[in-house]
């Protein structure tokens, strides 16, 4: 049943995986290729998904197929009917999650430490796509299973997935448009002095493949931080990702020489301060991960539009670290 008109567009809803859209192209589209304007018409979808469905036969001009480059005359009827297909052999795994919000259209859930998000070589399963793979089947047919940013293993706090291809590509949009707010909070070695930014690029490291690196061919990445309170060397930072290359706020506070409390991959040698107490070094050297977490997440509901946000209290073992911090 139509349930939506709008924008010379007719919508039916998605359900169970098929989707059946349909628009009429305007007369002011008159020569343009057919995969600009279903992009602008179906615009909850992806160029690359609409071009494959064009090319596969389930986006037809007039009950035609035609090619992406096909010329439009105007007033054509575009018919969308498509089946999402399984995007993984991934396994759904009854591991709970720490879900702060769920719609029809979104999941916002707390990550905890030691908990890999996507399974990759030596993680095929336990990690957070297989748990969300069991808690709601039907992500099996969003590209990654719904999940459009990362946490490292060891970073805590608020992550948003996406339940439906067409928050996928809404949420993926944001990102690209800097539209989702994402503030850390983490503990790091030295003390700063004052708040500021880090602008510089981010790349796989020349040697340890494996990590990153700033490197001056690298990916844009902005870092913004402020200092929240400092100890005996040590600072607690709020920090704000402006871009989000992997191991951002990791590389770019090793990069100005305050790496982050734990964080053995970019740390370097342990630091105590002199004068720091025997409990104060024993804390620091038992903290078993970085001292980072995703404290804020805002964002514009692909849905409702409206502006909505979530705040993550830190863990039980960040909130000790600054406590033996203030104690010395």
């Not at 439906?164 to 989702?180: E, G, S």
Request: glycine share 8%; with cysteine.
């Amino acid at each position: 049943m139509i349930d939506k008109i709008s924008n010379n567009k007719i919508v039916d809803p998605i359900t169970d995986g098929l989707i059946e859209q349909q628009a009429i192209v305007p007369l002011s589209d008159v020569g343009r290729r057919l995969d600009q304007v279903a992009a602008e018409l179906f615009s909850d979808f992806s160029r690359s998904r609409l071009k494959l469905w064009i090319n596969q036969g389930e986006l037809l001009v007039d009950d035609q197929q035609q090619v992406p480059k096909y010329k439009l005359m105007g007033g054509e009827n575009l018919i969308l009917s498509a089946e999402l297909e399984p995007e993984g052999d991934w396994q759904p795994e009854n591991i709970p999650l720490d879900i702060v919000f769920e719609d029809d259209h979104i999941i916002v859930i707390n990550k905890p430490a030691n908990f890999v998000v996507h399974p990759a070589a030596g993680n095929y399963s336990g990690t957070v796509l297989n748990a969300l793979l069991h808690h709601c089947p039907a992500l099996l047919s969003v590209p990654r299973a719904g999940i459009v940013h990362r946490l490292d293993k060891d970073t805590t706090g608020l992550m948003v997935v996406a339940k439906t291809l067409q928050a996928h590509t809404d949420l993926v949009m944001q990102l690209q448009a800097r539209t989702v707010r994402r503030e850390y909070e983490a503990v790091v070695f030295g003390i700063v002095i004052a708040g500021g930014s880090v602008d510089q690029p981010i790349g796989r490291h020349a040697k340890q493949r494996t990590r990153m690196a700033v490197i001056s061919d690298g990916k844009e990445a902005k870092t913004h931080y402020k200092v929240l309170e400092r100890f005996d060397g040590h600072s607690h930072l709020r920090l704000k990702l402006e871009t989000g290359r992997t191991h951002q706020i990791r590389v770019h506070m090793a990069h100005i020489r305050h790496p982050i409390v734990g964080d053995d991959a970019y740390g370097g040698r342990l630091r105590i301060h002199k004068g720091a107490s025997i409990k104060l070094q024993e804390g620091i050297r038992d903290f078993e991960r970085q001292a980072l977490h995703a404290k804020e997440l805002e964002l514009i509901h692909p849905a409702s539009r409206e502006l909505i946000g979530w705040t993550s209290d830190l863990p039980p073992d960040m909130q000790y670290l600054l406590e033996i911090l203030a104690d010395g």
